[in-house]
């Protein structure tokens, strides 16, 4: 079996790593920073995980494949990696996000359940407006990010991948001898093939796949400290997200995953995503202020009082976008040596078990399987 460089140990590189370790490729891992950090797009503790896709139902496959996969592998480890608690997503009855949600339900026969205003505030304690609606998916939860990349770390080392941590690739060059990741430190590493899986870092590292394509954005999560007798009603809630005239706010029950507190977010601002400036990772402003928090609060304010408080903890996070916020999966153009791993948007960590396998069957191959041909490179030009 071929000699593989995985350039990046965060979700997608780990689960790479994992997918083609255990088809018999001999695998090494360069992460640049250490096992699990929030320099780039999987801090923050917890991911949602649902089927109700806005995004588009072709997700809806990939996604249930990741959950029976996210389930083998917290079976075979004994640490419980998905956490079921339903999905309530709310808005007016015309928003085309939430109809696309709805739909995609529909198309893919999810279990649902929309309901009017009123019957919503009656079974959770948002404030919704009369006239809205709220559709539940009983099977969505949330993936605790800390496990899921211990266990696929672990299953990969145990499949005999070498996972490097502090190693800076600064380069992937390619010629009749091989892929080699010429690292920062000087040392050159050699394989027969490559995945880059380097996330926000991914558009100074490859430049030429995308130019002026990929963008990466700041994202700031938070956590507030509600008063503790609203830690039963908040607990008990599901995985959420609100399509409103603030843009698309997301959040969690309240947990003791990572912070002791009530977690949320905005995914998408008010004036949509192509007003997010692009940031460079290597000099964004990483601390949280007063004027990232203050809407997250006002948020909370008008929708969903009983989930006030002081903020506990707060931390950014990096999307790396493509234009249309679709995957970008695919060989880096005329070398089927080197496949791509990126532009997951924001909304890639759930599918990473899946995606895995899709790239080690891709990379082997030397072919996309036809799953991944939404995701291919000439989409996004």
Known sequence: MPRVIVVGGGTMGLASAWALARAGAEVTVLERFEHVHARGSHGGHTRIIRESYHEGAGYVPLVRRAARLWDELSQRTGERLLVRTGMLELGPPDDPELRAAISACVQSEVAHEVVAAATARQRWPFAVPDGWIACHTPAAGYLRVGPCLDALRREAEAAGARVRHHVRVRELVRDAAGVHAALESGERVTADLAVVAAGAYLPAL????????????????AWTRPADEQRARLAALPVWGVFGPEGFVYGFPW???GVDGFKLACHVGAAGADADPGE?????????HPEDLEPLGQFLARRLPAARGPFAAATVCLYTCTPSW???VDFVPDDPRVLVAGGFSGHGFKFAPAI??????????????PELAAFARARHL
């Open 356 to 369: 895995g396998e899709l790239v080690a069957q891709a990379l082997l191959g030397q072919v996309l399987p």
């Open 206 to 221: 490859l430049p030429e796949l995308l130019p002026g394509r990929l963008k990466v954005v700041r994202r700031v999560l």
């Open 326 to 328: 679709d995957f970008l």
């Open 280 to 288: 460079d990772p290597e000099t964004v402003d990483r601390a949280v």
């Open 255 to 257: 947990a003791d995953e």
